[in-house]
């Protein structure tokens, strides 16, 4: 048999090399996806799968105009890969409450606020106790007040893994998995496409480039058996937000921690985000059943994502995609959208500089 030359060849399929392999296929290119693992099975299958621009923004700029951008996509991306896979991705934008627990953060919570309405973004509004229980009656009566943010929600991310790699393979994408970069066989293809999440760094000298790219623990918690789960996302930091899933399962976030590639959970940590998702709704004493996830976040020094030529290299052959950190979900609509400009047509997004990943030198 001939040997097959492919487009581009993905490496890593998780939410974003899922998401590249689809658009890319959707285009009429010949793609293959490979993963070591399966497919989901590093940070995209331990996500909340929030899509949260406004709260995971901390400034006007690239980042947060990258994630509005993405959001916006997020309806039509998930349809066609429910069309195309048959798998459901459980897209739920039923709104997002930016809670204020205490006096200190309603302050803080009222500044993001402002800083976002000077910067145009007008849909995100005040509510009081009264008003913000009313949107989401779990809250729990702690909360002081909130920001609300109608358009945002959440998707379910493994199910979104699951739907894209079915919907890549019926577009014609070739997929292994279990199959690591340099086992024997070696691959054709135009392009490569490194989207390996937290495992870049290593990845980048076998194509002849670096990647400063670090993993971030992070833990959460699974708990089942709530009586009334939250229908909007409850964010109250970075590192306290609590999701309902469809089928109920509520999940409650995250811890962050430098450590290496060490995935154990932490009974310190499950112990905190039970408390927490406590202080932030109701019924969580009556979960039946609670157990911890964890994946690491791939970050960049900056914490912008890396999108574009792998550095050290002196052709474009190689582009990476990754560097997501907390937000890959989110930016997988955009970083499909705009990797499959660049793998196939060599045309770079207009505002994607911010993202060359050649700007760590
Ligand atoms: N996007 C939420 C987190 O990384 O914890």
């Not at 693992?37 to 799968?49: I, L």
């Not at 899509?51 to 996509?73: I, K, Q, V, Y």
């Not at 590192?239 to 921690?257: I, N």
Request: aromatic fraction near 4%.
């Amino acid at each position: 048999m001939p040997r097959r030359t492919y487009d581009v060849a993905i490496v890593g399929a998780g939410v974003i090399g899922a998401a590249i392999a689809h658009e890319c296929a959707s285009r009429g290119a010949a793609v293959l996806l490979i993963d070591r693992g399966t497919p989901g099975g590093g940070a995209s299958g331990a996500a909340a799968g929030m899509l949260a621009p406004c709260s995971e923004a901390h400034t006007p700029g690239p980042f947060l105009e990258a994630a509005r951008e993405s959001l916006a996509l997020w309806p039509s991306f998930a349809a066609r890969a429910q069309a195309d896979g048959g798998i459901d991705p459980e897209l739920t934008l039923d709104g997002l409450l930016r809670v204020a627990p205490d006096a200190d953060a309603a302050t803080d919570v009222q500044a993001r606020l402002r800083w976002q309405r000077e910067t145009g973004i007008a849909e995100g509004t005040w509510v009081d106790q009264a008003e913000a229980r009313n949107l989401e009656p779990a809250l729990s009566a702690d909360v002081q007040g909130a920001a609300w943010y109608p358009n945002e929600g959440h998707v379910h991310s493994r199910r979104a893994v699951e739907a894209l790699v079915a919907a890549a393979r019926a577009r014609g994408a070739e997929v292994r998995h279990g199959v690591a970069v340099g086992d024997r066989s070696t691959v054709d293809a135009q392009r490569v496409i490194l989207a390996a999440g937290a495992w870049l760094g290593d990845l980048a000298p076998r194509f002849g480039g670096t990647l400063p790219v670090r993993p971030v623990h992070g833990q959460l918690l699974v708990l089942h058996g709530i009586p009334r789960p939250p229908r909007r996302v409850v964010f109250a930091g970075l590192q306290g937000y609590v999701v309902a899933k469809r089928d109920g399962t509520v999940l409650s976030g995250a811890t962050e921690e430098t450590r290496g590639f060490d995935t154990t959970p932490d009974a310190a940590a499950t112990e905190r985000l039970r408390t927490q998702a406590a202080g932030l709704i109701d019924g969580v004493d009556h979960a039946t059943g609670v157990h911890p996830w964890t994946g690491l976040r791939p970050a960049a020094p900056d914490g912008l994502p890396l999108l574009g030529p792998l550095p050290g290299r002196d052709d474009d052959r190689v582009l990476v995609a990754g560097g997501h950190y907390r937000n890959g979900v989110l930016l997988a609509p955009l970083t499909a959208r705009g990797m499959a400009d660049m793998a196939l047509d060599g045309r770079t997004p207009p505002g994607w500089s911010a993202f060359d990943p050649r700007r760590l030198g």
